[in-house]
Nanobody, 115 residues
Framework: QVQFVESGGGLVQPGGSLRLSCAAS????????MGWYRQAPGKQRELVAF???????NYADSVKGRFTISRDNAKKTVYLQMNSLKPEDTTVYYC?????????WGQGTQVTVSP
């Protein structure tokens, strides 16, 4: 059974940084592309960034230059380093394969950017 558990969210001031982690279990991790997603209340879930099995990355325009996705296949973990955070980054962040698998969504981790 595949499971993704997100952690690392919290409250941070504008301009601050957070590092999110996503621990995977239940399947071979290294062969799959992984993504970070976020969903604000009343809005559709959006892709923030993805990383392929080979380490190729891609970012949403809104986070390009501020966020960095990475992975540690030995630890079955994918990370999202978030710098220069803005209030509009406030929402719940999720990880999943990319493209996402409906049954693999976890609980997410809340990120709040506020003075």
């Amino acid at each position: 059974q595949v499971q993704f558990v997100e952690s690392g969210g919290g409250l941070v001031q504008p301009g601050g940084s957070l590092r999110l982690s996503c621990a995977a279990s239940g399947s071979i991790f290294s062969i799959y592309a992984m993504g970070w997603y976020r969903q604000a209340p009343g809005k559709q879930r959006e892709l923030v960034a993805f990383i392929t099995s080979g380490g190729v990355t891609n970012y949403a325009d809104s986070v390009k230059g501020r966020f960095t996705i990475s992975r540690d296949n030995a630890k079955k973990t994918v990370y999202l380093q978030m710098n220069s955070l803005k209030p509009e980054d406030t929402t719940v962040y999720y990880c999943n394969r990319w493209p996402p698998v409906r049954d693999y969504w976890g609980q997410g981790t809340q990120v709040t950017v506020s003075p």
